[in-house]
């Protein structure tokens, strides 16, 4: 066997460092140095943070981007690489600034994981067909990855812009000779060796096709010898044992002398037999396919040999795609989110403003906790694999419109401000439960260990933090996507393995820090271990209940309060950190608003005040402050309620003094009245006798032809005085028919408890047959009995009244015709203003009108009437009840008001 020689010997890089593939980890030296076990202690807590942290969630968001097995399986496990220091962690930063400014996504298609194949050809392993020619298509489309940057690199504006990626690849060995030799012994589209291998391979294969020709001749010429001897019903030449042979009937056997039988058809009828003559033909055939597959075989030995001895340039070939590939999976995810590129360290983003963020050590403004972004992070993966950039970028503005709409205009999750000054280490975050303490505390962690990843943040303008080389976190909480139930000793266990690996480097987040045990206790360990935290940590933040701890700034510049914003007057956090300042829990305000027993609401008070003397100075000036306003708002009261009961007292005693004499003064009105009637009939009869005394005297000299016209104005003049002084014409009073009269709103009648005094009717009369009327200020419910009706004569029409009667004519001309063929219109209630359909819109604002009035609409009967008091004023509070009423689909139709109704539309409800 005798390859081609034409491939020039395999060359490694100088001077490489071997990294490992999953997470680009280095064994340090210290592993077995004094101080290998708190090189452990730390590695553990470490990973115990980033389970914590949900760092793991993290990685599997950038998953969804990654374009190669490998990408992906470092992702799923959470083993995204951090850097070793703040020069590593830039130069991935770099890296991923530059994948976000390729003009169009590399091409990781060709890429496959080659770390089982190597490392098997190296134990001697024979590779097939197919896993050799994975490595030559991973082998191309790494050499085609470093062609596509460089093909970016010479098209853009600046030669240095993709310098971070390139830099990736620009020192591997792509093996193309490795590559070349593959392609030239193998077609990986048939997946066959190719003659060309070797000559021993091409000099056998062409042995054993002109030995295979001449056999098949043979047998064609034997197989149609038989059939025409009736032996076989058609030629048949097939292969039996690995042997070519002919087929023929069992009873023709002798036609075949000296043949030998190979195999025979299930029935026993047809046999399988190899003639004399193509017995060293088969011989030849099977000594040829075996040294065919040999020499194949010793092909694809010398090509896994190959592979073997490029283990090197392979396995860092590959790192580095890994490498590059975990830079454009980071650049895309931070795009999803629209992210910003943090600064690390001492660096100053450009166009801030350096006397403010000079003094600070953390500057993040308007951040938000990444993996509560996670639900809007698939749906535009998927829309970028197909649609262009702009239309991700709608759909994220869609997106970010539907949360707003969701959360009543807020964006969820709720960005915050981390501002942490120079010469603060500890910060003490105070604030009520479920007010966002520790998701804000998570938060930092999650950005801290993002930014040492190389990842961008979600967040505003140019974050700014440290380099952290160790976050270490003991966080126990019902936030945790594995909720952590560690006791009191657990937490301190842990926060004692922090306290021995925290250097000056360190970022140390600690929740509920002393909580579990005796109050006293708790604080003064908590003071103690922050206190010991303050020179030994880079910065440390903690969430606290105990106000004790937030004291501890007024003593010590190095520490720092905040609070988490709670709301008193929705009873809800805001999520908003409010630095500087100290919070209060709010524990008994939250129970009261979930409907705590008041008692309990109280005696917990108490205990409060009892539990801290030292605020009680404090309270007690406030309390004073308050009792002085609810004094004030009292008497301001008193004096109201006093007026009332003045107004009350004098109706009162005017009813008391006509009611006293009802039954004199009902007597008298009697007399009156007959008296006045009495006068009025010596009147009307003085003026008849004095008209029949006229015409007695007038008839004794009239002649014949006068008599009739006499008697004519005699009895004229009589019908007159007779219609005069008739009883209709004089002011009575008759009693109300209850019986067929309803008395109507707005009419004025007597009322007998009242001394028959004129008052209003209110509302009509009511199932238990009492009717609402007004007299002065004051009104009242009264029997209908005890009413008494004015004459409709004597009854003199009031604005009220003409309203009312036009609304009863409107009222009696719906009720003629129910539903008018031509207008399609139903009939309506009783054009009748009450308190149950008006809705008064006067003294309130549009918005506060406008909602009114679509309730009240609402809440109106079917084919009802709503009256809608607006008033007059400026005109807009009318102008929207006008606009609402012309389009809202419950109103049918509507009136404005009449120069009798000024400030009132009526509204017909369908």
């Known amino acids: 066997m005798v390859l081609c020689n034409c491939f020039i010997h395999v060359h490694r890089p100088p001077n490489f460092c071997h990294i490992a593939v999953h997470g680009f980890i280095r064994k340090s030296s210290l592993t077995n140095s004094p101080g290998s076990s708190k090189v452990k202690v730390a590695e553990d807590l470490q990973k115990e943070s980033e389970e914590i942290l949900e760092w793991h969630s993290v990685c599997r968001q950038v998953s969804a981007f990654t374009s190669t097995s490998m990408g992906l399986s470092i992702a799923r496990e959470g083993k995204l690489p951090f850097g070793r220091s703040l020069q590593e962690s830039q130069k991935l930063l770099n890296q991923t600034t530059a994948a976000m400014l390729l003009p169009r996504p590399l091409d990781f298609s060709g890429i496959e994981d080659l770390s089982e194949i190597v490392s098997s050809s190296v134990v001697g392993q024979l590779r097939t067909i197919r896993e050799l020619c994975a490595v030559k298509r991973t082998l191309q489309s790494a050499r085609e990855l470093f062609e596509q940057l460089e093909e970016a690199s010479l098209n853009g504006d600046s030669s240095d812009r993709y310098y971070p990626l390139i830099e990736i690849l620009q020192n591997c060995n792509f093996l193309t000779e490795l590559e070349q030799k593959i392609g030239f012994c193998i077609d990986c589209n048939l997946s066959v060796v190719l003659d060309r291998a070797s000559e021993d391979l091409q000099i056998i294969r062409s042995e054993r096709k002109r030995n295979m020709d001449n056999l098949e001749s043979l047998l064609k010429e034997v197989a149609t010898q038989i059939f025409r001897a009736g032996g076989i019903d058609s030629p048949l030449i097939t292969k039996r044992r690995s042997r070519m042979c002919v087929g023929i009937k069992a009873s023709y056997k002798s036609l075949l002398p000296d043949g030998i039988v190979l195999n025979a058809s299930s029935s026993g009828a047809t046999y399988f037999m190899e003639p004399k003559d193509a017995v060293e033909l088969n011989n030849m055939e099977v000594r040829l396919s075996n040294s065919e597959k040999a020499e194949e075989l010793g092909i694809l030995s010398l090509l896994t040999s190959e592979i073997a001895g490029s283990e090197t340039e392979i396995i860092y070939l590959l790192e580095r795609i890994l490498e590059l590939d975990l830079a454009c999976a980071r650049a895309a995810y931070a795009r999803s989110l629209n992210g910003v590129c943090p600064i690390l360290g001492v660096e100053i983003c450009k166009g801030a403003r350096s006397n403010k963020t000079e003094n600070l050590l953390v500057d993040i403004k308007g951040i938000q906790h990444p993996v509560l972004l996670e639900s809007s992070l698939g749906s535009l993966h998927m829309l970028s694999i197909s649609e262009s950039e702009s239309s991700v970028q709608s759909h994220r503005e869609n997106i970010k419109l539907e949360s707003d709409r969701s959360t009543g205009g807020s964006v969820f999750p709720v960005p915050i401000d981390i501002k942490v000054g120079h010469a603060t280490k500890v910060v003490v975050i105070s604030g009520p439960n479920t007010g966002g303490k520790t998701a804000s505390m998570k938060t930092l962690g999650l950005a801290s260990l993002m930014s040492k990843a190389g990842m961008y943040l ?309 199932e238990d047959g009492t009717t609402l009327v007004q007299y002065g200020k004051m009104k009242m419910r009264v029997q209908k009995s005890n009413l008494k009706a004015i004459p409709s004569n004597e009854r003199k029409p009031t604005a009220s009244s003409i309203a009312h009667s036009k609304r009863l004519d409107q009222t009696q001309k719906s009720l003629k015709d129910p539903l008018d063929a031509n207008k399609g219109e139903f009939s309506y209630e009783p054009v009748v203003q009450t308190s149950k359909n008006t809705v008064d819109l006067r003294g309130m604002r549009v918005d506060e009108a406008s909602h009114c009035l679509n309730m009240a609409i609402a809440a109106s009967r079917s084919r009802g009437v709503l009256f809608v008091v607006h008033g007059m004023g400026s005109g807009v509070v009318k102008e929207r009840a006008l606009e609402i009423l012309s389009k809202h689909p419950r109103v049918a139709k509507f009136e404005q008001e009449s120069p009798l109704n000024y400030g009132c539309t009526v509204a017909y409800i369908k």
């Open 458 to 766: 979600p967040a505003r303008n140019c974050p700014r933090l440290p380099w952290f080389d160790l976050v270490l976190a003991d966080i126990g909480d019902n936030q945790s996507l594995e909720q952590n139930l560690s006791t009191f000793s657990g937490h301190i266990s842990r926060i004692c393995r922090i306290l021995e690996v925290a250097s000056k480097e360190s970022l140390v987040l600690i929740d509920e820090i002393g909580n579990g045990t005796d109050p006293s206790e708790g604080v003064a360990l908590s003071a103690s271990i922050l206190q010991f935290l303050k020179d030994r940590v880079n910065l440390a933040v903690v969430t606290t209940h105990y106000a004790d701890l937030s004291c501890l700034k007024e003593k010590d510049a190095k520490f720092e309060n905040a609070a988490m914003e709670f709301s008193l007057e929705t009873l809800q956090p805001t999520y908003h950190i409010l630095w500087g300042n100290t919070g209060n829990s709010n524990a008994l305000s939250i129970a009261k608003s979930i409907g705590f027993n008041q008692k309990v609401i109280d005696d917990a008070h108490k205990w409060v005040e009892r539990l801290k003397p030292d605020k009680q100075k404090e309270w007690k000036g406030l309390l004073y402050q308050s009792l002085v306003e609810e004094r004030s708002r009292l008497e301001t009261q008193a004096r109201s309620a006093a007026l009332f009961h003045s107004e009350a007292m004098e109706l009162y005693n005017e009813i008391k003094v006509e009611a006293e004499d009802l039954n004199t003064r009902e007597a008298l009105l009697k007399a009156k009245e007959t008296q006045r009637v009495q006068e009025e009939l010596k009147t009307a009869k003085s003026q008849i006798d004095a008209v029949v005394q006229k015409f007695e005297e007038q008839l004794s000299n009239a002649s014949p032809d006068q008599f009739n016209s006499l008697i004519r104005e005699a009895e004229g003049a009589i019908k007159s005085i007779v219609q005069a002084h008739c009883v209709s014409d004089g002011f009575s009073v008759r009693e109300m028919d209850n019986s067929s009269y309803i008395p109507q709103v707005g009419e004025q009648v007597y009322v007998k408890g009242l001394g028959h005094k004129l008052a209003t009717i209110v509302e009509a009369p009511g």
